[in-house]
């Protein structure tokens, strides 16, 4: 199994940036997909979830957007309105069934992505 991201960057704040994770090796339609981050000094965090329904961690609600195309087996995270407080490494990750905000049960984990937002 492998999960590939791509698409951070540096932007500056209130500026767009598009991740998307490509995965292979799984029946990616029966696995719940998330992102995390995780910023310096700090643990890693949830942030978006998709099955056949979707959730998002508090701070990212209504800027955040979380995709899934089934046929391309590819995630995808659209973030906007960015604030520096959401530099971090974003990590996809995959787990058999539905979704869930703790990483202790995803099996598989990308290489991770960072995203730096410049104020």
């Known amino acids: 199994v492998q999960l590939q991201a791509y698409g951070g960057g540096l932007v500056q704040a209130w500026g767009y940036l598009r991740l998307s994770c490509a995965a292979a090796?799984?029946?990616?339609?029966?696995?719940?997909m998330a992102w995390f981050r995780q910023a310096p000094g700090k643990d890693r965090e949830f942030v978006a979830a998709i099955h056949d329904s979707t959730d998002y961690a508090d701070f990212v609600k209504g800027r955040f957007t979380i995709s899934r195309d089934n046929a391309k087996n590819t995630v995808s995270l659209q973030m906007n309105n960015l604030k520096p407080e959401d530099t971090a490494v974003y990590y996809c990750?995959?787990?058999?069934?539905?979704?869930?905000?703790?990483?202790?049960?995803?099996?598989?984990w990308g290489q991770g992505t960072q995203v730096t937002v410049s104020s």
């Open positions: 990750a995959a787990r058999f069934g539905y979704y869930s905000r703790s990483q202790m049960r995803y099996e598989y």
């Open positions: 090796g799984l029946p990616f339609r029966i696995y719940g």
